[in-house]
């Protein structure tokens, strides 16, 4: 523990711009770390189910959105037939 204590301490002690550096840094190799760990999840198989609910999630929507696009609306309808 004595590693991340020092660490810590560094972290305290950089200054303004040396600390503006530090974050980006950490946020580049922390994406990194996040994209690493998805392409293994996605070889492994792990996203399947989730990817598949997905997809199925997004073209019932766009069914929807197709079939309330496809039947004009109360509001409409009624504007339409007082002029």
């Keep these: 523990m004595r590693k991340l204590e020092d660490v810590e301490e560094q972290i305290r002690n950089l200054s303004g711009t ?3 550096e ?5 946020a580049k190799f922390d ?5 690493t760990q998805i392409d293994a999840d996605v ?4 996203l399947d189910k989730l990817a598949e609910a997905a997809r199925k999630a997004h073209q019932e ?3 929807q959105s197709c079939e309330a696009s496809a039947s004009p609306d109360f509001t409409t ?4 037939a007082s002029h």
């Design 77 to 80: 309808t009624t504007r339409l």
């Design 18 to 20: 040396e600390l503006a």
């Design 61 to 63: 929507a766009r069914a």
């Design 31 to 35: 994406a990194q770390g996040w994209d």
């Design 43 to 46: 070889k492994s198989g792990k």
């Design 22 to 26: 530090f974050r980006k840094w950490y």
